[in-house]
């Protein structure tokens, strides 16, 4: 696999890791109460969102670098793009990119 493929993958699974806990992080800050350690470290949250979205903001350009090297159809990026927004549906997105990344690879070896 190319460099940018790896780098997608390991992207990819910090993103995806990076969504499962803020989304968690913001429902815990909903359902307890002032006083929670979730509340009390909202700063602290806040910076883990914001790297979250420099994160997702490279893995769309990594989805985009891929996608022109590959030719893949407008379907599959946008719908690779989207996926990337979904807890744990992420990780399949990836997977499955990634196996189209292989197949467009091994085709032109």
């Known amino acids: 696999m190319s460099g940018v493929a790896k780098a997608y993958r390991v ?26 350690w979730w509340n009390r470290n909202s700063g602290a949250i806040g910076i883990v969102d914001m790297i979250h979205g420099y994160l997702f903001m490279a893995l769309l350009v990594l989805i985009a670098v891929l996608a022109r090297r590959h030719r893949w159809k407008p379907a599959f990026i946008v719908t690779t793009m989207l996926f990337a927004t979904i807890p744990f549906v992420s990780f399949w997105a990836e997977h499955r990119a990634t196996k189209a990344v292989r197949e467009a690879e091994s085709a032109t070896v």
């Open 11 to 36: 992207v990819a699974y910090i993103v995806g890791i990076n969504l499962i806990f803020v989304i968690g992080a913001w429902l815990a800050q909903l359902s307890t109460d002032d006083s929670s």
